[in-house]
């Protein structure tokens, strides 16, 4: 925004003039504002650079935004925006998440990082920067739900099923601990723990992926129109009621069978009309589902890595209360990253998320302690 010649959609009152000599305090602000411009500029280019289409120019869009509001800062500190300020730990770390992993988590973080922006209180920033920060604050939500949406459902199944390893493991080992047993014993509870729950989300998921094909199977149209076609009996025409089994309207279905029989005696829409590449056993389209092996292969592999750090003290021979607290603290760590990535997976916060589930998990833990310090007097 050049100093004689103020954008029109500039707020006077909120805009500060670049002509006085700005105060110490001012130039620290906007030196920060500025760094911060420049680096979130760049995450949305790196971002661009790994997209293509219309995610890409959306991004491109946002950084020239970015680079506007770099701009204004830069017109305001004069020669003062060439000394550089440190950006923001939070616009470093989401410059080096873009530039070393996938756009979803970045996007996740960017959109929060968008929504809590300084300008709408900051005299020296335009209305039109307040607005545009707000607006993209929806962008980047748009954008995030896309990268969510595309994100493997193994991957989701990978966080949940480890949390649940890490739980209800957790939970063992601290009941058997706590009732005064051997380290041995402590140990073989939790890889009994391990295995057990291991193989029951296998058979589980393995239950759910298969009956889930074979009702889609089950429910799926055949090609049995087809065949039976030339024999029926043009008259009553059982082939309406076959398309009017599947949902049809009676003229859709009478105008589709006479499709299928090759004569057009009826008085119907053309409108109803079959196309020619879309095939009759076309219906609902489903989620594609991975095989029941594989599913259950996957749930077994994702609980056994959550619930093998519970018992990671006992492996290496530790004992007694270290071993609870040190598997209280290492599982404690994990909680915390899996409920950070449901955090972003959701669009929440990472922190209270990863707090929430860690809340949960030493939560079972105490309940399940507390119970082996009531009735370990009583075992043996």
Known sequence: MAPD???????????????????PAEIRRWRKYLADERVEG??????????????????????????RHEEHWA??????????????????????????????????????????????????????MAADELVHEE?????????????????RAAVFGANDGLVSNLALVMGIGAAGVSSALVLFAGVAGLLAGALSMAAGEYVSVRSQRELLTASQ??????????????????????????????EAA??????????????????????PEVPETAGDEHEALGSAIGAAASSFCFFASGALIPILPYLFGMGGLPALLLAL????????????????????????????????????????????????????
């Not at 010649?5 to 105060?23: H, K, V, Y």
């Not at 950070?340 to 939560?363: D, E, H, N, Y």
Request: aromatic share 6%; hydrophobic share 40%.
């Open 5 to 23: 010649a103020p954008s029109p959609d500039a707020d006077p009152l909120r805009a500060q003039s670049p002509r006085r000599e700005p105060t």
């Open 42 to 67: 760049s995450i949305y280019l790196t971002l661009a650079k790994r997209r293509d289409g219309e995610e890409r120019q959306i991004l491109l869009g946002l950084a020239r935004a970015e680079a």
């Open 75 to 128: 017109t305001l500190l004069g020669e003062h925006a060439r000394k550089t300020a440190r950006p923001s730990f939070s616009r470093v770390m989401l410059r080096f998440m873009a530039r070393n992993f996938g756009s979803v988590f970045v996007l996740a973080l960017a959109q929060r990082a968008e929504g809590s922006s300084p300008y709408d209180n900051d005299a020296d920033a335009t209305a039109q």
């Open 139 to 155: 962008v980047v939500r748009g954008l995030a739900v896309r990268g969510r949406n595309r994100l493997s459902g193994n991957f």
């Open 221 to 250: 149209p055949t090609q049995v129109t087809l065949i039976a076609a030339p024999d029926l009996d043009l008259q009553a025409n059982e082939l309406v009621l076959v398309y009017r089994a599947r949902g049809m309207s009676r």
């Open 254 to 275: 009478e105008h589709r069978a006479a499709e299928r029989l090759g004569t057009f005696s009826c008085d119907c829409d053309p409108s109803l009309s079959l196309q």
């Open 329 to 380: 603290v290492l599982v404690g760590v994990a909680l915390m990253l899996t409920g950070g990535v449901v955090g972003l997976l959701s669009g929440a916060s990472p922190a209270k998320r990863g707090f929430r589930q860690l809340a949960i998990g030493l939560g079972a833990a105490g309940v399940t302690y507390a119970l082996g310090l009531l009735f370990g007097g009583n075992i043996g």
